[in-house]
């Protein structure tokens, strides 16, 4: 029997996009059930996606894009899926590329297959500097950590298998929440494997990013990475595992 | 030495600190786990207020040999911190307690909404 797999979008005001990735989705593999997390939108977002046949958990205020996917989580915990695949409400992950995910995933040589942009030489992204450098800090600081080298550590596209769904549904940080969710990873001893894929450039919105935010996150997640080592983990090691 | 006047105005001065903590206990407008802090405060001044010795004799281990009221200060401003950051990590486990309701309501209102149709707002 093929795995049950869901889907988890996470949303914040994207009525415009929104559509289109659930759509993208089904069109994709009609078998994937999609979730999008409504983070309290004020636009249409929610209605855009029951139309376009997603499932909708629609947040009753916002709480951030942690919580938010964290959200996703805890549904595919509780509606039991063998996978989730996490992918943006605002269509810069392309549906296409979820076989290069899921194939590891099912071949069972990691517990989390990321999507990286950089992985691949070649890749067509290249982003402003300043977040190129905030990147290469992450990367370098996690692939010091984790002794696997890592070039994404700000992707959200990635696929889980259960164990990392549970591990997430109870213990998933706040905002910016990609780079301690590695650490978290390494430290239930799950496995981590990243892939090239192709990202979209943003079709709608603007990256939740500026630059005051991402002098915050810089800061705020280099503490999170040294003290979430030192930090007492909220599941302990064999229930994550199970 | 420490003049009197400051002594007595100290004394007042924590007094009332404990009185409001406790009318406010009694009203019900504080629960007790978050007054326990304020009212160590109130009592620690209120005793190196009344017992001048004592409070000299703690500015002579600290080096403080001009004035000793100052110490009075210094252990007020190192409370009102102890409160400040005890008040920190209420606001942390709040914030965690209420991203949990949130998730829970999402959750449950989307399972809630398949089993029977959604009802009319407004």
């Known amino acids: 029997m093929s795995p049950r797999i869901v889907a988890v979008v996470p ?3 994207e009525e415009a996009a929104i559509g289109a990735v659930v759509s993208e ?12 997390v409504d983070d309290g939108s004020r636009d249409e977002t929610t209605e855009a996606a029951v139309a376009a046949g997603a499932v909708v958990v629609r947040l009753p205020f916002n709480l951030g894009i942690g919580a938010a996917v964290q959200t996703g989580f805890r549904y595919a915990l509780e509606q039991d899926y063998d996978v989730a695949v996490r992918l943006d409400g605002d269509g810069q992950h392309d549906a296409t590329e979820l076989p290069k995910l899921l194939a590891p995933l099912e071949r069972g040589e990691a517990d989390v297959v990321t999507g990286s942009r950089f992985r691949d030489e070649n890749g067509g992204y290249r982003p402003p500097l300043g977040r190129r450098l905030g990147i290469t800090w992450f990367a370098k600081l996690v692939s010091l950590l984790s002794r696997q080298r890592v070039t994404d550590t700000t992707s959200g596209f990635q696929a889980l298998n259960r164990p990392a769904i549970a591990l997430f549904a109870r213990d998933y940080p706040s905002d910016y929440p990609e780079v301690e969710a590695t650490v978290l990873l390494l430290k239930h001893r799950l496995r981590l494997l990243e892939v090239p894929v192709e ?6 919105g603007s990256s939740s990013i500026t630059f005051l935010a991402s002098l915050y996150y810089a800061v705020k997640v280099t503490l999170a990475l040294f003290v979430g080592i030192a930090r007492r983990s909220a599941v302990p090691n064999e229930e994550a595992q199970r | 030495m420490t003049p009197v006047r400051i002594s ?8 009332l600190l404990l009185l409001i903590v406790l009318e406010l206990i009694r009203g019900r407008r504080l629960k007790e786990r978050y007054a326990l802090l304020w009212l160590a405060t109130g009592v620690v001044l209120l005793v190196l207020s009344i017992w001048r010795g004592g409070l ?9 040999t001009s004035y000793p009221p100052a110490v009075l200060f210094a252990v007020a401003t ?3 911190f102890l409160v400040l ?4 990590t209420v606001i942390s486990r709040l914030t965690d307690e209420n991203v949990d309701l949130a ?6 209102e989307e399972r809630l909404s398949r089993e029977r149709p959604p009802p009319r707002e407004g």
């Open chain 1, 25 to 36: 989705i089904h069109d994709f593999d009609p078998g994937i059930d999609v979730v999008v």
């Open chain 2, 85 to 88: 950051l005890h008040y920190s």
């Open chain 1, 11 to 13: 949303a914040f005001e």
């Open chain 2, 56 to 64: 000299n004799t703690i500015a002579g281990w600290l080096g403080v």
């Open chain 2, 103 to 108: 998730q829970r309501i999402a959750l449950l």
């Open chain 2, 78 to 80: 190192l409370f009102i």
């Open chain 1, 199 to 204: 990202m979209r450039e943003r079709e709608t």
């Open chain 2, 8 to 15: 007595i105005a100290a004394a007042i001065g924590s007094v």
